[in-house]
């Protein structure tokens, strides 16, 4: 049997692949390193586990609504209204199984076969890959260390023809680590206000993330919130990954579609994980604190020891947990017979010789260029950047 073209088109997630491979070397007994998850090594909090204890004995164990419970949904509300002035109800949210599944919702309730999704590179996989599976062609705007991998306005004027249907813009971004200001965001702003047919996902899910400077939500501009959908989640902020609670803020006629959607393939998310996520928004702010500093040195250890390595260069990482170097300049350089000559050839050689586990470029659209989480300790990072340095030496 031959199975659906769209899957047959669709690539498997390579940071999804790095973490099998890595599981792969570990059962043979390798003491392998993996930078390559987007998964912090935190736990979630207790008070977030305390309301789960307390969902269950509550017996939240029948089917939720299909849209979220509603002291969820006032949870979120009150997130997004403190973020952008703009206080939404309960007809504009949608909660469903992680962020992933927010933007597949979205996309396909929007995209028909030949529409047009300006796509900014370097882009967080799965948004290539959602876009295929509803058949829209990608517009990619490119980006580079030399404009701190943002897009400008001037480039997202240009790219809007009267084929595009959706803008997907991540901030801050993964795998980048990019963080827009006010101004930037107020500049895109404008040009997507004067293209009104034009949708645009801003994925805000590394909001609390931000070490250098404020974070803006794109909210903040009122004359695009007809055409916005804001996407966030508890995963990254509150280390609730493994916990599939994801969320959206979008105009009541999307969110209408996106819910029908959900109730045919999901319905609702997990009872127990939604009275979580109430809890995780309801509090933890000297929690979240906290832990972003941690996060801050982390990222300034990482640094410091890139800036150790030869022809790397890198743009130091302003928000989330991913810094984004060029190493291409050990492209075409060998190990014995075998010549490096893509960055994805690069991981494996680390992953082989190194017992290091980065994700290419290529993933996200980036040839040249590697992701290295610093979601890990700050010892395991040193260990870490020790084998890829030493390996790196021996091309």
């Known amino acids: 049997m031959k199975l659906a073209d769209r899957i ?23 003491d392998v390193i993996t930078l390559s998850l987007g998964d912090l090594d935190f736990n979630t909090p207790d ?29 979120i509300i009150e997130k997004f209204y403190h973020q952008t002035g703009f206080r939404y109800n309960h007809k504009n949210i949608l909660v469903s199984n992680g962020a992933k599944h927010t933007l597949a919702n979205v996309i396909l309730a929007l995209i028909n076969p030949g529409d047009e999704v300006i796509l900014p590179v370097p882009y967080w996989v799965t948004y290539n890959e959602l876009i295929n599976l509803a058949g829209g062609e990608q517009v990619y705007l490119r980006t580079g260390l030399e404009q701190d991998f943002k897009i400008t ?14 803008i997907m813009l991540n901030n801050p971004g993964n795998p980048t680590g990019a963080v827009y200001s006010r101004e930037e965001l107020e500049q895109i702003a404008q040009v997507i206000a004067r293209h009104k047919n034009v949708m645009v996902i801003s994925d ?42 994801g969320f959206m803020a979008a105009p009541e006629w999307l969110t209408a579609a ?7 393939m999901t319905s609702g998310v997990n009872a127990i994980a939604q009275k979580a996520a109430a809890a995780a928004l309801a509090g933890g702010e000297e929690i979240i604190k906290q832990r972003r500093e941690m996060l801050r040195r982390r990222r300034d250890v ?25 190493f291409s300049s050990y492209l ?52 870490a950047m020790a084998r890829v340095r030493e390996a790196l030496e021996r091309l």
Not at 153 to 166: C, F, G, N, P, S
Not at 215 to 224: A, H
Not at 258 to 264: F, R
């Open 47 to 75: 008070y977030i586990k305390q309301a789960a204890h307390k969902a269950i004995d509550d017996n939240y164990s029948h089917y939720p609504p299909v849209e979220g419970y509603t002291d969820l949904l006032d949870a």
């Open 332 to 383: 075409g350089r060998s190990n014995g017979d075998k010549i490096i000559e893509t960055t994805t050839d690069l991981a494996l050689y680390l992953l082989e010789t190194a017992n290091v586990a980065l994700v290419a470029g290529e993933a996200f659209g980036a040839q040249g260029f590697m992701r290295l989480s610093f979601a890990v300790d700050e010892d395991i990072i040193v260990k």
């Open 153 to 166: 306005a001037q480039q997202l004027e240009q790219a809007i023809t009267e084929r595009t249907k959706l």
């Open 258 to 264: 996106c819910k029908k959607l959900q109730g045919q």
């Open 204 to 245: 805000e899910v590394y909001d609390e993330l931000v070490f250098d400077g404020e974070f803006v939500s794109l909210g903040v501009f009122p004359d695009i919130r007809d055409q916005l959908i804001l996407v966030n989640g508890v995963s990254k902020t509150y280390a609730m990954t493994g916990w599939r609670v």
């Open 302 to 326: 990482i640094v410091q020891l890139l800036h150790k390595i030869e022809g790397v260069k890198f743009m130091p990482t302003r928000g989330s947990f991913y810094i984004f170097p060029d």
């Open 8 to 30: 047959e088109r669709m690539e498997e997630s390579k940071t999804i692949l790095m973490a099998r491979l890595t599981r792969e070397l570990r059962a043979q007994g390798k």
